[in-house]
């Protein structure tokens, strides 16, 4: 830890070294999102509406351990830059504590509020039962991603990003081999339909904990925590949590958005529902990519502002900026040009068609700007300036895109729906721009 690499390694080799693992294991994961969905639609157009509905739940638990392994991937590296290594132990320590809360708070919300919760969007008994048994199944047994995300963030903030790509390929690896044997029945098993495709979520995510579990514990110690002889200091938690729940908020308030999107559409047709949903699979293959980099540039981000280095923090900056805006410009393009292709994976019927192709034309057109908006949020979090990130989230998705599509749906059409998304990112990269002027002038330049 005398000469971590973050410090003193050219800035472009260390941001591919940092990032591709994890943008490869991102990958991996929307892979994985596609061939899950794919799977389900076989079953028919009332499953993967009622995946669509489970979505937004979803993403409370990706806000849960996102927002937590933030928290610790930022606290971890800015103390390591600065040469505190008992404060960067300490960070790990807490970081498994928060996620033991966080779990019991996601299986409580299994078991008592998502049956209520589906009936808000459709009377239809197949949907409900569908959404019913895959939500109660993936959060009662979400320990399993929760503590794996623990683990990954300890080894991330310290600048270690081989093995969370191998956990996430053990997880995205697993999930699409055990889909097609629980959800069809394959090798004696029986056939458990959208059922079995929870279960086969959830087991693979035990697996990817165990493997996480065992590199932090045994065979890759990149700290010197005991979390045995843990002791709650009320310090460490707060600077964990000024960063995570800012970014766990950020996250949940997609949740807020689509459940909002998602009532919306289902005044229309509950296809356009089902479109959505399949959109939000697709697009997991470009943004999710993204956040890969994001995983790699923040600890740099945050080694570099903790060591007092604007050069390097710039560098990076920069590099991940122009990468970005690259790939979602590639991602526009094949969402302009193949959108029928990209439906048919889902048996898409002739309204799906419809109403699905000219929903991605149109959402597609805000990418490149939401990359501007991700990279500086990304920076945001490493210098722990998270709020400032969960600001423009809450803009971008609560003030700008959901009173937007309301009124555009309310005084047009369904097809007008689609431009809130161009709407909110066009105001998102204004805000995101002006917070991060104001940042450079106060705490980048004087360093």
């Known amino acids: 830890m005398e000469k971590n690499k973050m410090g003193y390694m050219p800035i472009p080799k260390l941001i591919l070294t940092m990032s591709l693992p994890a943008i490869f294991s991102m990958m991996t994961q929307a892979l994985y999102n596609i061939v899950d969905s794919i799977f389900v639609a076989q079953i028919g157009e009332a499953a993967i509406t009622?995946?669509?509905?489970?979505?937004?739940?979803?993403?409370?638990?990706?806000a849960c351990f996102v927002g937590m392994g933030v928290g610790i991937n930022s606290l971890i590296s800015r103390s390591l830059g600065s040469k505190n290594y008992e404060q960067a132990a300490l960070a790990a320590e807490h970081g498994f504590f928060i996620a033991s809360i966080l779990y019991g708070f996601v299986a409580l919300m299994g078991v008592l509020v998502m049956p209520s919760f589906v009936r808000m969007f459709t009377d239809d008994p197949i949907i409900i039962e569908y959404t019913i048994q895959y939500l109660e199944i993936i959060m009662v047994f979400a320990f399993g991603r929760i503590f794996a995300q623990a683990g990954v963030s300890?080894?991330?903030?310290?600048?270690?990003?081989v093995i969370p790509m191998f956990s996430q390929l053990i997880g995205a690896i697993g999930n699409i081999i055990l889909d097609p044997i629980m959800i069809f029945g394959l090798f004696g098993f029986p056939a458990l339909g959208v059922k079995?495709?929870?279960?086969?979520?959830?087991t693979a995510q035990i697996i990817s904990m165990i493997f996480v579990l065992l590199m932090v514990f045994k065979f890759k110690r990149v700290l010197a925590f005991k979390p045995l002889s843990f002791r709650i200091?009320?310090?460490?938690?707060k600077k964990i949590l000024v960063v995570g729940l800012p970014a766990a908020i950020m996250q949940a308030v997609g949740s807020v958005m689509l459940t909002g999107l998602n009532l919306i559409l289902a005044s229309f047709t509950t296809t356009a529902v089902a479109v959505l949903g399949i959109y939000y699979r697709l697009q997991s293959f470009i943004f999710l990519p993204i956040f890969g980099l994001s995983q790699g540039m923040m600890p740099i981000i945050g080694f570099n502002y903790g060591a007092k280095s604007r050069d390097r923090l710039l560098k990076a900056l920069k590099m991940g900026m122009v990468m970005a805006i690259i790939y979602m410009t590639l991602g526009f393009i094949v969402f302009q040009i193949f959108p029928r292709q990209l439906i048919l994976w889902f048996k898409g019927t002739d309204e799906l068609l419809q109403i699905g192709i000219r929903a991605f034309r149109i959402i597609s057109l805000g990418y490149p700007l939401a990359a501007v908006s991700?990279?500086?949020?990304t920076a945001f979090q490493g210098m722990g300036q998270a709020h400032l990130s969960m600001m423009v989230s809450i803009f971008r998705q609560i003030v700008l895109l959901l009173p937007s599509a309301w009124l555009l749906g309310h005084f047009g059409s369904l097809e007008m729906v689609w431009f809130a998304f161009i709407i909110s990112e066009i105001g998102g990269v204004i805000m995101v721009v002006s917070f991060f002027y104001k940042l450079y002038r106060s705490k980048i330049e004087p360093l």
């Open 196 to 202: 079995g495709a929870a279960i086969a979520t959830i």
């Open 154 to 161: 300890i080894l991330q903030g310290s600048g270690e990003m």
């Open 50 to 62: 009622a995946l669509s509905l489970a979505f937004p739940v979803q993403l409370v638990i990706v």
């Open 374 to 377: 991700i990279v500086l949020s």
């Open 233 to 237: 200091n009320h310090n460490i938690l």
